[in-house]
T-cell receptor, first 112, second 113 residues
Framework: GQQLNQSPQSMFIQEGEDVSMNCTSS?????WLWYKQEPGEGPVLLIA?????ELTSNGRLTAQFGITRKDSFLNISASIPSDVGIYFC????????????FGPGTRLSVLP | EPEVTQTPSHQVTQMGQEVILRCVPI?????FYWYRQILGQKVEFLVS????????KSEIFDDQFSVERPDGSNFTLKIRSTKLEDSAMYFC???????????FGPGTRLTVL
C-alpha cells in the first residue's frame, strides 16, 4: 500500500526551542493534514493544506505543502511542555479517493 | 464547538463475540470514516461512508466488519466475530467534503480477550 515516512521518529528538545519535522512519500498528494495525538485520545487536527507550496500557520505552528506534492513540513516555534505528543501527517493521494494515509508519527518530548 | 463523539470509551469482549461501536459525527458533515490504531502504531484507514453507502474500504475491512447509519445522527461499526487481533483503538471521523479535513472522535478502546 501507499506509505508515508515521517522524520524524525522521535525528538527530545528543550522548552523554548523550535521544532521541525517532515513527511515524505514517493507518491503525489492533493491534500495534507497534520494531527497531534496525546495518549489515550484521538488525533486533533492542527493544519490542513490543499495546494502545492501553500504555507499555513496556526499559532506557533506552521506547515507547508511541498512543491513536488510528495512532502510536507511542520514547524513549531518556541516549544512549550504542552506540545508533547505524537504528530502525524496524513495525505490524500491524488486521484485515489477520499481516504487519508497516515504516517507513523513523530514523537515529541519537551524538556523543561 | 461541534465535535465527533464516540461510545463506549472502552469495550471489553470475549473472542468470537459481536461488538458495535457507536459514533455521532459532526451534524452538518456528510462524509464519515472509521480508522483503527493498534497500540503504539499508526492510524489505519478502515472505511469511508457517504450517501448511505460505503465509498471506500481497505483490505482490513473484511466480511467481519460492517457499517451503518441507522438514523440521522449515529454511525456504527460492527465487528461480527471478534478476534484477538481486533484489539485496538477505533476512531470515527467526519468531514464536510470528500477532500476536506477530517475531524476525529476520542476513540473507543476495544479489548478482545
Amino acid at each position: 500500500g501507499q506509505q508515508l515516512n515521517q522524520s524524525p521518529q522521535s525528538m527530545f528538545i528543550q522548552e523554548g526551542e523550535d521544532v521541525s519535522m517532515n513527511c515524505t512519500s514517493s507518491s503525489i498528494f492533493n491534500t495534507w493534514l497534520w494531527y497531534k495525538q496525546e495518549p489515550g485520545e484521538g488525533p486533533v487536527l492542527l493544519i490542513a493544506l490543499y495546494k502545492a507550496g501553500e504555507l499555513t500557520s496556526n499559532g506557533r505552528l506552521t506547515a507547508q505543502f511541498g512543491i513536488t506534492r510528495k512532502d510536507s513540513f511542520l514547524n513549531i516555534s518556541a516549544s512549550i511542555p504542552s506540545d508533547v505528543g505524537i504528530y502525524f501527517c496524513a495525505g490524500q493521494l491524488l486521484n485515489y479517493g477520499q481516504n487519508f494515509v497516515f504516517g507513523p508519527g513523530t514523537r515529541l518530548s519537551v524538556l523543561p | 464547538e461541534p465535535e465527533v463523539t464516540q461510545t463506549p470509551s472502552h469495550q471489553v469482549t470475549q473472542m468470537g463475540q459481536e461488538v458495535i461501536l457507536r459514533c455521532v459525527p459532526i451534524s452538518n458533515h456528510l462524509y464519515f470514516y472509521w480508522y483503527r490504531q493498534i497500540l503504539g502504531q499508526k492510524v489505519e484507514f478502515l472505511v469511508s461512508f457517504y450517501n448511505n453507502e460505503i465509498s471506500e474500504k481497505s483490505e482490513i475491512f473484511d466480511d467481519q466488519f460492517s457499517v451503518e447509519r441507522p438514523d440521522g445522527s449515529n454511525f456504527t461499526l460492527k465487528i461480527r466475530s471478534t478476534k484477538l487481533e481486533d484489539s485496538a483503538m477505533y476512531f470515527c471521523a467526519s468531514g464536510g467534503g470528500p477532500n476536506n479535513e477530517q475531524f476525529f472522535g476520542p476513540g473507543t478502546r476495544l479489548t478482545v480477550l
